[in-house]
Nanobody
Framework: QVQLVESGGGLVQAGGSLRLSCAAS????????MGWFRQAPGKEREFVAA????????RYGDSVKGRFTISRDNAKNTVYLQINNLKPEDTAVYYC????????????????????WGQGTQVTVSS
């Protein structure tokens, strides 16, 4: 069992930065792949970023490449999402997710690949 708690969201002006954190409980964090997704009102959940268990590989959604950076600290059971040059279209609830079963075929860009989800943290960007 893995529990995920996001933090770091808030209201920021366009062009600003935020760092989201996702604290995980459970012994399997260091063996889990982690992802960030977001969902804006009236829109489908969108893949933002993912990172493998060691932190050595990451991938990003097309709309955030170059502005978002995912990282993790396995000693702290925490995954981060650094968001720079925020835009109003980044306004959404941001969710952290974990995939603990790294066998088989899966895509970290698909929300169906994840086993556990946090409750989300709101990011609002004003223009």
């Amino acid at each position: 069992q893995v529990q995920l708690v996001e933090s770091g969201g808030g209201l920021v002006q366009a062009g600003g930065s935020l760092r989201l954190s996702c604290a995980a409980s459970g012994r399997t964090f260091s063996n889990s792949a982690m992802g960030w997704f977001r969902q804006a009102p009236g829109k489908e959940r969108e893949f933002v970023a993912a990172i493998n268990w060691s932190g050595g590989r990451s991938r990003y959604g097309d709309s955030v490449k170059g502005r978002f950076t995912i990282s993790r600290d396995n000693a702290k059971n925490t995954v981060y999402l650094q968001i720079n040059n925020l835009k109003p279209e980044d306004t959404a609830v941001y969710y952290c997710a974990a995939r603990v079963d790294l066998t088989g075929s899966y895509s970290l860009g698909a929300d169906t690949s994840y086993d556990y989800w946090g409750q989300g943290t709101q990011v609002t960007v004003s223009s």
